[in-house]
């Protein structure tokens, strides 16, 4: 097993988009995704998951309506699409791969790809 990695990131203005990707290792199916994210002084906190076994996918409630989770099984790829983004979605976002809950939590994934930093301005 291998560290997803992650891409996408950047710097937007708030109302823009962005959308994540994470490259896994292995057959995409076999562990679940999840994305997470970490400001500067604050915890690191849920997003989103997709359970890629069935497709189901959890929204945290801080992007629930802004955000959409996929996946592309050929590419073992995860996408995060992050819409209507705002200054305190500022974070890095972290890929992560496990057997995940439901609902998610942090504890659930066993590797963490390095992070992708994402920096919403007003």
């Known amino acids: 097993q291998v560290e997803p990695v992650e891409s996408g990131g950047g710097s937007v203005q708030a109302g823009g988009s962005l959308r994540l990707s994470c490259v896994v290792s292995?057959?995409?199916?076999?562990?679940?995704v999840g994305w997470f994210r970490q400001a500067p002084g604050k915890e690191r906190e849920g997003v989103a998951a997709?359970?890629?076994?069935?497709?189901?996918?959890y929204y945290f409630d801080s992007v629930k309506g802004r955000a959409t989770i996929s996946q592309d099984n050929a590419k073992n790829m995860v996408f995060l699409q992050m819409n209507r983004l705002k200054v305190e979605d500022t974070a890095m976002y972290f890929c992560a791969t496990g057997h995940i809950g439901y609902p998610p939590r942090e504890r659930d994934l066993d590797y963490w790809g390095q992070g992708t930093q994402v920096t919403v301005s007003s």
């Open positions: 997709i359970y890629t076994h069935s497709g189901m996918t």
């Open positions: 292995e057959d995409i199916t076999k562990k679940d």
